[in-house]
């Protein structure tokens, strides 16, 4: 009888059948750092705009070709309506329709500044900074012209009403205080959700949810509402995961939730689910996604580029991404 050498074929691994998600660098710095951009949002067919935390009068315009790279340099954005030191660390950006017209809303993140000197020793609680301390409705123009009003003092209401923070919102973002990384819109709630990336609250993480009694009404606490915050229930993970994103996808009917490291020290990977907007917080995970390690991803949405569905992710470290709607690593 003949020996037969029997050779198996390994089938392809995950890494191999669903390649991480490497970012495209903008190529561009605003300064001698990358862009820092957080939120994205679609605006129209190729164009997209995301919101850099360390510029606070302005969004950025990015554009793309019909195969998804940049189809030129960056464009810088303007806000008029805010006046000079009235407004600090914007992360997160929302587009609402309403009466035929479109209306950005930005949140700063809500969080406590360190302190230069801690009071004491063990000490982690900063001190409030009201630049830090608002949302903006921003109205689009014709002319691509971006008009903003501020409400500003809303950070006391927001603890007032969110009795779950408990006492994080007394420290600062990396001892577990109260930091507000992304913002979507639910049309149904008529709710602006915020996407808590610290405090996590018995490792789930928390939105927040403000309901517009009337979305072109008064911008002050005459007009919005707190509904029961959602606990999303993610998956188990090893370290704490916080929300870093959150769009509405109208293509999906669910909402985009990117999750990612609590904190600076922590590793925990970025990882994106969706979410139907119920209250029992019930999601469901994309586990073909899977980023490079180093990639920062603070906003992911849904648009048309040349006509052509696509997600599109943006980088903290100055880069961005497209994954079609056809890719398996989204079926």
């Not at 993480?205 to 229930?233: F, H, Q, T, Y």
Request: charge should be neutral; glycine fraction near 8%.
């Amino acid at each position: 009888m003949t020996n037969q050498l029997v050779t198996k074929v390994k089938s392809p691994d995950k890494a191999a059948r669903h390649p991480r998600i490497k970012p495209i660098e903008f190529g561009e710095r605003p300064g001698p750092e990358p862009y820092n951009a957080s939120e994205i949002i679609a605006i129209d067919d190729s164009r997209f705009v995301f919101c850099d935390n360390n510029i606070s009068n302005a969004l950025f315009e990015l554009r793309l070709q019909p195969d998804g790279s940049m189809a030129g340099p960056l464009i810088k954005r303007p806000i008029d309506g805010i006046e000079a030191g009235t407004v600090d660390d914007l992360e997160g950006l929302a587009l609402v329709q309403s009466d035929g017209k479109e209306l950005i809303f930005a949140n700063a993140s809500f969080s406590l500044k360190q302190r230069k000197k801690p009071r004491r020793k063990r000490s982690n609680r900063g001190k409030e900074f009201a630049p830090r301390n608002c949302l903006l409705r921003i109205s689009c123009r014709n002319d691509d012209r971006m008009v903003a009003e501020v409400f500003s003092g809303l950070r006391e209401w927001l603890v007032e009403n969110s009795p779950l923070l408990g006492k994080f919102p007394r420290y600062i973002p990396d001892d577990g205080g109260l930091n507000i990384e992304a913002m979507g819109w639910s049309p149904t709630d008529q709710a602006l959700l915020l996407g808590v990336r610290t405090p996590v609250i018995d490792r789930k993480p928390v939105v927040l949810r403000i309901r517009l009694k009337k979305v072109n009404g008064p911008w002050d606490l005459s007009n919005v509402e707190m509904l029961p915050p959602v606990a999303l229930a993610i998956k188990t993970s090893s370290e704490e995961q916080g929300i870093r994103s959150i769009e509405f996808d109208a293509f999906r009917n669910v909402l985009l939730v990117v999750v990612g490291n609590s904190t600076s020290a922590s590793e925990a990977p970025f990882e994106l689910y969706s979410w139907d907007g119920s209250p029992d917080g019930k999601v469901q995970h994309f586990d073909r996604i899977r980023f490079k390690r180093g990639m920062k991803v603070e906003g992911v949405t849904h648009g048309w580029i040349n006509g052509r569905g696509a997600l599109v992710f943006v980088d903290d470290a100055g880069g961005y991404q497209v994954v079609w709607d056809d890719d398996p690593r989204l079926l």
